[in-house]
């Protein structure tokens, strides 16, 4: 006699089976509970990880072969996940429909870079992997968020024995030689085993949809797919220029980040009635990111060395995961003070990155990193609870306008970069790949300064209209 029907019902099982039975009847509920546990982690850390990790896998890979193919396929992967996020709740389907949907194309994509070294077949995982990477997390945290508020739903935190596995596993890749075949494979194991707790989540939301409009969102607005393509082409071009020696004239250069900036502006305003109370939030959350991400990573080179980009990623992910924790606690759990605090340690960070050393460099991007990770939960929780926003949107929006933020920021950041290039007479890659810190003054003045004082300047907007708590 199979035990499966009586899983779910370990009572009515006992009853209907005999206590004979109860000791194995137990063991298969337990065997069952754990597979659902390690599900539902598995995707809590794919969530949490899957924007940054194909990525760095990616680029790994990349560095390892220096093959145009992987170059390529680079590029191909941060358009997709830079562009996906516009492109996404165009049909008429539920947010668990579409997690379960990046979890099938992120399954699809790592396997095709276990399989193959082909460009065309590396394309094509780049693109559905992009897309996954780009959706993955706010789908799950629409979802996450929903159970959150509704139950007493708490995620078990499985997601550090999932990073452990895929370490151990990257260990295993390296010390066999195997071009990390091995951790693209288990990568898609991942991504399929995360689909029952998937599946599972989606079973407690359906009364999350009982209330929504059924308006299918159709391919209407033509123009601003044309647009959107021709600003994301801009992206694609300055993002090779950061791998690749290519000779386009500075002018060129300058043209196509001109051409970008319109088309996004275009972008910006067209959507001028969605999230109006919010959008500047969001877009300085996004430039923010740019900022600490993007460029500091290169430039904390001309502080810290060849270990400057660790520095940056290690204080980032240190002030995203506790800066609500330390303001809340710094604040006694006075929301209005913590608020206030956080506002001020975003100012002071600004302010010490203006100064030219290389401990104050490391505490003011600390300060900002700790902003941002006290404004991201916050911005979630009143975005989730505002009565005038459709909840099964707003997570998504949020990360669109986020991502205008971080795309205005690298452009603005490509131009400053292009135009000092051109004026000193260096190579666009001496940045991107610097071999000593001779260009420090150069790049501190003409690059980081403005920056600096530009970011700072929107970080200023926003704080004058957020809404202030009480």
Do not use: C
Request: hydrophobic share 50%; proline share 3%.
């Amino acid at each position: 006699m199979t035990l499966w029907p009586y899983i779910k019902h370990p009572i009515q099982g006992i009853a209907i089976l005999g206590l004979n039975n109860f000791e194995e009847l137990m063991t298969v509920a337990r065997f069952r509970q754990t597979g659902i546990d390690f599900s539902i982690g598995t995707l809590n850390f794919l969530a949490n990880v899957g924007i940054m990790l194909p990525y760095i896998l990616i680029l790994l890979r990349y560095q390892q072969t220096q093959s145009t193919t992987f170059l390529i396929a680079l590029v191909a992967f941060y358009i997709s996940r830079a562009a996906s996020i516009f492109y996404t709740k165009r049909l008429d389907l539920k947010s668990t429909t579409y997690l379960l949907v990046t979890l099938i194309l992120g399954a699809l994509g790592s396997l095709l870079f276990a399989l193959s070294s082909s460009v065309g077949w590396l394309i094509i995982g780049s693109l559905l992997w992009g897309y996954s990477a780009a959706t993955i997390w706010p789908y799950f945290l629409t979802i996450k968020l929903h159970l959150t508020h509704t139950t007493s739903f708490k995620m078990k935190r499985l997601y550090w024995l999932v990073f452990a596995l895929l370490g151990i596993m990257l260990a295993i890749d390296l010390s066999l030689g195997l071009s990390y075949t091995l951790t693209f494979s288990v990568l898609a194991l991942l991504y399929l085993g995360a689909i029952p707790g998937g599946v599972l989540l989606g079973n407690f939301v359906n009364d999350f949809y009982q209330h929504r409009s059924h308006k299918i969102h159709r391919l209407h607005h033509i123009w601003r797919w044309l647009l959107s393509l021709i600003g994301f082409a801009g992206i694609a071009v300055l993002t090779t220029l950061r791998k690749a020696h290519l000779n386009l004239p500075s002018w060129v250069t300058l043209t196509i980040i001109a051409i970008a900036l319109i088309v996004f502006s275009i972008e910006l305003y067209s959507d001028r009635h969605v999230l109006p109370d919010y959008k500047m939030r969001l877009l300085n959350r996004g430039f923010l990111i740019s900022f600490v991400l993007l460029f500091n990573s290169f430039f904390a080179y001309f502080y810290w060395g060849s270990i400057g980009m660790y520095l940056v990623f290690g204080l980032y992910l240190l002030g995203f995961e506790s800066g609500y924790a330390v303001f809340q606690v710094l604040a006694k759990h006075q929301t209005a003070l913590a608020q206030r605090l956080s506002q001020g340690s975003l100012i002071a960070g600004h302010l010490l990155l203006l100064i030219p050393w290389r401990l104050s460099y490391l505490v003011a991007l600390l300060l900002i990193t700790l902003y941002i990770g006290y404004d991201n939960p916050t911005i979630n929780t009143t975005l989730y609870e505002a009565t005038d926003i459709d909840h099964d949107l707003a997570i998504v929006h949020k990360y669109r306008f986020s991502t205008y933020g971080g795309l205005l920021g690298q452009l603005t950041m490509f131009g400053l970069l292009v135009a000092v290039s051109a004026i000193m007479a260096q190579p666009l890659l001496a940045f991107f790949s610097p071999t000593n810190a001779d260009h420090f003054w150069m790049y501190n003045v003409a690059l980081n300064w403005p920056l600096i004082l530009i970011s700072l300047g929107i970080s200023l907007g926003n704080i004058r209209h957020e809404p202030q708590h009480i």
